[in-house]
């Protein structure tokens, strides 16, 4: 069996071509799809290292991990029934990605009020639809986007809003606390919701919130269901990636004797600097996580380490 197809996605998420939670798992669930599409023979053996291959490329957004499973949940007494099922199960994944940001932005536009100032991290398009959803109802006058170094996925957040019309200043992430008394709500996505309410999101994110709950600025997360990691519910830590050293500094930096550089991806902010979680299924308090990933995600332990995801799509 060839795994190009398979290889050629890992690389895109690894090297973050494709890159956001959203992202890389509607990618991922895309790339089963067109891979089941092709397997012959062997379908469970061949899917499982599919799976594997997608699994091992970043660590911390369990987006990725969610999407897989739910796809490897197929089910069927051949491999024709099997891979029918893994299709349409893909299929349905891809439809949750879509429905899910639509309903978070209505949700989220609704506890923004009139004539405010956003401020968000990194790019995110589950915060970017409650930013514009916002926007259209007349609700938002400025977006303050950091610049969310090293990769500067700011840079694509202002890009984003500019299109959108939406008026938007960028800062360097370090400006953070300076602009804090002139927003009125910060709004960020999310990489992973903890069983116990905490956000894993963009490294920064948890400086940010510090800032707001110290000026008193409800801080929002928008976070797709299949962003709550099962895994945490068991005990399982979340993995925070460290990327290349190179993405922050140059050689001579790196070279230098007795210097390290360190670049972690992610950052976790505690549930207590946390206002709500706009979900597809609505604003809920951090402290419901494991509600929802009971709820919603739906799980069962098989073997010692892989959890069978029942997850109930959105309608
Ligand atoms: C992206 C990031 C985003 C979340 C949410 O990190 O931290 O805030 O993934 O994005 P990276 P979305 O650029 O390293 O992948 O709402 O689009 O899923």
Not at 229 to 251: C, M, N, Q, W, Y
């Amino acid at each position: 069996m060839n795994f190009q197809i398979v290889e050629e996605a890992a690389l895109k998420i690894k090297t973050m071509e494709v890159r956001g939670a959203a992202r890389i798992a509607r990618f991922a669930a895309e790339t089963l799809k067109k891979f089941a599409e092709m397997v012959e023979s062997n379908f469970d053996e061949n899917m499982k290292k599919a799976a594997e291959i997608l699994l091992n490329t970043r660590p911390t957004a369990v987006s990725l991990y969610n999407a897989i499973n739910y796809v490897m949940n197929y089910e069927g007494d051949n491999d024709r029934e099997k891979k029918e099922s893994a299709i349409a199960r893909a299929e349905e994944f891809i439809k949750w990605v879509e429905t899910a940001h639509e309903k978070i932005g209505e949700i989220g536009a609704r506890r923004i009020k009139d004539g405010s100032v956003v401020m968000t991290h990194c790019n995110s398009s589950a915060a970017l639809s409650v930013i514009k959803t916002a926007y259209k109802m007349g609700k938002v006058v400025e977006v303050f986007a950091t610049e969310s170094r090293p990769r500067m996925q700011g840079h694509l957040t202002v890009k984003e809003l500019s299109e959108a019309g939406i008026p938007a200043t960028l800062i360097v992430d370090s400006a953070v606390r300076y602009f804090i008394e002139d927003v009125d709500y910060v709004v960020v996505g999310a990489d992973t919701i903890t069983a116990n309410g905490a956000l894993i999101n963009k490294i920064g994110t948890s400086q940010i919130a510090l800032a707001a709950k110290e000026a008193r600025v409800p801080f929002m997360v928008a976070a797709e269901t299949y962003k709550f990691s099962p895994k945490t519910v068991f005990g399982e830590l979340v993995v925070i990636e460290e990327r290349d050293a190179s993405e922050v500094a140059p050689p001579e930096i790196l070279n230098l004797n007795g210097v390290k550089v360190r670049n972690p991806a992610f950052d976790a902010t505690p549930r207590d600097y946390i206002d709500v979680i706009i979900t597809e299924i609505g604003a809920i308090p951090p402290e419901m996580a494991y509600l929802v990933i009971k709820e919603r995600l739906g799980y069962a332990v098989f073997g010692t380490e892989e959890l069978k995801i029942s997850a109930r799509h959105f309608d």
